[in-house]
T-cell receptor, first 111, second 112 residues
Framework: GQQVMQIPQYQHVQEGEDFTTYCNSS?????IQWYKQRPGGHPVFLIQ?????EVKKQKRLTFQFGEAKKNSSLHITATQTTDVGTYFC???????????FGQGTRLTINP | DTEVTQTPKHLVMGMTNKKSLKCEQH?????MYWYKQKAKKPPELMFV???????INESVPSRFSPECPNSSLLNLHLHALQPEDSALYLC???????????FGDGTRLSIL
């Protein structure tokens, strides 16, 4: 069954506004990956978080892994129209080579 | 641009047809995957190959038959599919099983 719960399901923002999507798990995550899928496209790997409390930045994107390794977030500052797409968190089931995706957050932007 | 190449990009087939989806990567990755993705849903894992051996089958119906002829190629053979099998089929590869995955553009499959 689904290991990670992702919210919100949809988010519509004005260009320039910030955006955050959250992933939560009832169990401790070994690590978490984030992917972006543009409309009509395929998932593209963004980042992997492994350590408790880890924070990583990619330009306007900030990724966090909770201290208890049970939650993670992706924050985009000052969204641009190129940020449109669905953002998925995904958990690797350790030892099983299995990547289980959250339901995704679909981001749309009003220019 | 993707380093994982999938063919064909689109496929329409009848329920009695036999067809194959192909996936190729030349990154030296030793793990390869098939996913099924329905509209507005996340990718769902179907099969995992590790070092050319099937390591995970997520209880996929036998009308889907995977094959890994060598470390660069992954096929998905289709036979007697049902309309509910219409979806985007994504291939992915990774260096090892717990590493980031590189996805192909997918094959958009329609079953008539």
């Amino acid at each position: 069954g689904q290991q990670v719960m992702q919210i919100p399901q949809y988010q519509h923002v004005q260009e320039g506004e910030d955006f955050t999507t959250y992933c939560n798990s009832s169990t401790t995550l070994s690590n978490i990956q984030w992917y972006k899928q543009r409309p009509g496209g395929h998932p593209v790997f963004l980042i992997q978080l492994v350590k408790s409390g880890e924070v990583k930045k990619q330009k306007r994107l900030t990724f966090q892994f909770g201290e208890a390794k049970k939650n993670s977030s992706l924050h985009i500052t000052a969204t641009q129209t190129t940020d449109v797409g669905t953002y998925f968190c995904a958990e690797i089931i350790q030892g099983a080579q299995k990547l289980v995706f959250g339901q995704g957050t679909r981001l749309t932007i009003n220019p | 641009d993707t380093e994982v190449t999938q063919t064909p990009k689109h496929l329409v087939m009848g329920m009695t047809n036999k067809k194959s989806l192909k996936c190729e990567q030349h990154m030296g990755h030793r793990a390869m995957y098939w996913y099924k993705q329905k509209a507005k849903k996340p990718p769902e894992l179907m099969f995992v190959y590790s070092y050319e051996k099937l390591s995970i089958n997520e209880s996929v119906p036998s009308r889907f038959s995977p094959e890994c002829p060598n470390s660069s190629l992954l096929n998905l053979h289709l036979h007697a599919l049902q309309p509910e099998d219409s979806a985007l089929y994504l291939c992915a590869s990774s260096l090892m099983g717990n590493q980031p995955q590189h996805f192909g553009d997918g094959t958009r499959l329609s079953i008539l």
